[in-house]
């Protein structure tokens, strides 16, 4: 009894020491540094517990149409009527910059100061190519992402960073994104044929009266329940669907592996689909008390670990199969290069070969020729390192990718006008392909794309002869971006400055100094080192005063917008030295994926099976619900 006093006596002793050293250290800092205004972390901390937790309603407030007709009509042609707000941020860290009217507002943990800004002259010099080494990325509090990519160009800094950099860079230049066209067509093709498929099946059964073939409905229903068919729409949470598809898209093109996303039963079995394991993934990264995981084992710890020892295990198989595969070429090279100079061993040297042959065979029955691996292989890059990066494209290329067709999907499912302009640019484009394949039979670049990428499978995987050439479809590209606007895929940029440093602002803001009584120093803010600064991409884009109407989906808006790319106020993929290496493949897979579907099917959002559309953020801006949307086949043969 006495040691437990005792102890609690030290616990008490030890929390108000660090109290009041943590109060010194604040006010140590507000002097000395030109810091913005902000909440105490106290009632920062609690409001994003809160809104993380979803523990009291959101004070955002949507129009709702009352029925069908009023939202036809309210998305075919007002979009300033459509609000498309994302909760938690707006609850969270839009909150601050709206209740203290400025863009950048600060907030301090024992002294430490984080700053978050939307202020676009601060993040262009935070992100830009000469503050690489600066502001460096912050540590990963978690655990899950240093175990995840620890060794890739996610998580290192300085030379190694650029080291990671030289060698992911060739794998996702423009060539090799052309030739991953494809593989990203025929596994698109290969969804839409399971939907097909699905609703002439369920038709058939509808039209049977056998009790055996309703039996053997019902059970195959029971792994379907993301996907149903009342005869005349197929009913799907397109995010199911999105990210089987691209965790299948990913999965051959970085190791050359089929993970059957698709294949696999539509229930919450994380055990049987390796893309609902990386899900799970995900979401320990940003549980709140994932920060406590280095001190105590936490319940889902078993389940973690599981799921990445089996990631780690098929990468691990991918390498040796294809490191494997790649010395038994060289060797078969050497033999035929040895037959035409030692005729007396041809058939010892046949032999070899054939055994050679049905090495590869065996091990190309599931590793097949990719971009990445490969690439990695061939540049002697340590295995750690190949695990870390093969992770950390695994990671970034199918997440971001099926939250982005998700959202767009979603949008063009609400606003027909949009969806149907759409449709009708495709219909135009195939037709002027249709009679420029008539004119002309030899276009190089047409001849890239249809060749195939991987002569070791052993069939030739040609696009369609009226292949679109979807890149010439400016409205498609406004509706990527407008989507990219509304939900950037990384809704949070951090850095950690590495010296002290002076921020200039665009705009005047309140100081928690007394000094800064000056517009001149209201513009310049004062850091220390180790200062977390946050850049909210999801605050710049919307920004009112960089954005007219910024909550509504409005396609048209980039009609007038020129040189997207190095505009401050759009950074879906970053900026700088550190923008997105895949930034090229993620938007030359959403053209064929939504062109590929939209030319296929017309979707309707289902408001039945379908709760209230809301997001939440994660390491992305991810779906919180099932979207379910209808879609019914189009006759456009």
Not at 296 to 323: C, H, Q, T, V
Not at 526 to 535: D, H, K, N, Q
Not at 572 to 597: D, H, M, N, T, Y
Request: one cysteine or more.
């Amino acid at each position: 009894m006495h040691t437990n006093k005792s102890e609690n006596e030290f616990n008490f002793v030890y929390f108000l020491t660090c109290s009041i050293f943590g109060f010194i250290l604040w006010v140590i800092t507000e002097n000395k540094y030109n810091l913005p205004k902000g909440p105490s972390f106290l009632k920062w901390f609690i409001n994003y517990l809160f809104n993380f937790y979803d523990l009291k309603l959101s004070t955002i407030k949507k129009k709702k149409p009352n029925n069908r007709d009023d939202q036809d009509d309210c998305h075919s042609s007002n979009f300033k009527e459509e609000e498309l707000i994302e909760d938690t941020s707006e609850n969270t860290v839009l909150k601050w910059f709206n209740e203290l009217n400025s863009d950048n507002y600060s907030v301090s943990f024992f002294g430490r100061p984080m700053i978050f800004t939307r202020d676009t002259t601060i993040s262009k010099y935070i992100l830009s190519s000469n503050n690489i080494d600066n502001y460096t990325k912050p540590p990963d509090s978690s655990g899950v992402l240093i175990r995840l990519a620890q060794n890739s160009i996610l998580m290192s800094e300085g030379d190694q960073w650029r080291y990671h950099r030289s060698i992911i860079n060739q794998p996702f230049s423009s060539k090799n994104v052309k030739l991953m066209i494809p593989t990203i067509k025929s596994t698109i093709n290969k969804l839409i044929n399971c939907l097909n498929n699905n609703n002439n099946n369920n038709n058939n059964n509808n039209n049977n009266n056998n009790n055996n073939n309703n039996n053997n409905n019902n059970n195959k229903n029971k792994n379907n329940n993301n996907r149903v068919s009342d005869g005349n729409n197929i009913i799907i949470d397109i995010h199911s669907y999105c990210t089987k598809l691209t965790f299948d898209i990913i999965g051959k093109l970085s190791i050359g592996y089929d993970f059957q996303s698709l294949e696999s039963s539509d229930d919450n079995d994380q055990n049987n689909d390796i893309s609902k394991q990386f899900d799970f993934i995900l979401n320990e990264m940003i549980r709140p008390i994932r920060r406590f995981s280095s001190y105590l084992p936490l319940y889902n710890d078993i389940k973690l670990f599981k799921f990445l020892n089996k990631l780690e295990s098929i990468i691990k198989g991918a390498i040796n199969s294809r490191s494997l595969n790649n010395n038994n070429n060289n060797n078969n090279n050497n033999n035929n290069n040895n037959n035409n100079n030692n005729n007396n061993n041809n058939n010892n040297n046949n032999n070899n070969n054939n055994n050679n042959n049905n090495n590869n065979n065996n091990n190309n029955n599931i590793y097949k020729k990719n971009f990445l691996l490969d690439n990695l292989i061939c540049d002697n890059v340590k295995e750690k390192d190949i695990i870390g990066n093969i992770n950390t494209f695994l990671l970034a290329g199918h997440e971001t990718s099926a939250n982005l067709l998700t959202f767009i999907f979603y949008l063009l499912s609400t606003h027909n006008n949009v969806q149907n302009d759409l449709y009708n640019h495709l219909i135009e484009n195939k037709k002027k392909k249709r009679n420029n394949n008539n004119n002309n039979k030899d276009n190089i670049i047409e001849e890239n794309y249809n060749r195939t990428i991987d002569n070791e499978n052993g069939k030739n995987e040609e696009a369609d002869d009226e292949d679109e050439d979807y890149q010439s479809i400016e409205f498609l590209d406004w509706i990527i971006y407008e989507t990219l606007r509304l939900f950037p895929p990384a809704p949070m940029i951090g850095r950690t400055s590495i010296n002290d440093d002076i921020l200039n602002s665009s705009s005047s803001s309140s100081s928690s100094s007394s000094s800064s009584s000056s517009n001149n120093n209201n513009n310049k803010i004062s850091i220390p080192s180790e200062t977390l600064i946050l850049i909210s991409v999801y605050a710049i884009h919307r920004d009112p005063k960089l954005w007219e109407h910024p909550n509504s989906f409005d396609p048209y808006r980039w009609k007038n917008i020129e040189n997207i790319n190095n505009r401050s106020d759009f950074i879906p993929f970053s900026s700088g030295g550190r923008v997105c290496v895949g930034q090229k493949f993620s938007i030359v897979e959403a053209r064929i994926i939504i062109s590929k579907l939209i030319l296929n099917f017309q979707l309707s959002f289902n408001n039945l099976k379908s709760q209230p559309f809301k997001i939440y953020q994660r390491a992305t801006l991810t779906p919180k619900y099932p979207v379910f949307l209808n879609l019914k086949k189009r006759d456009n043969k």
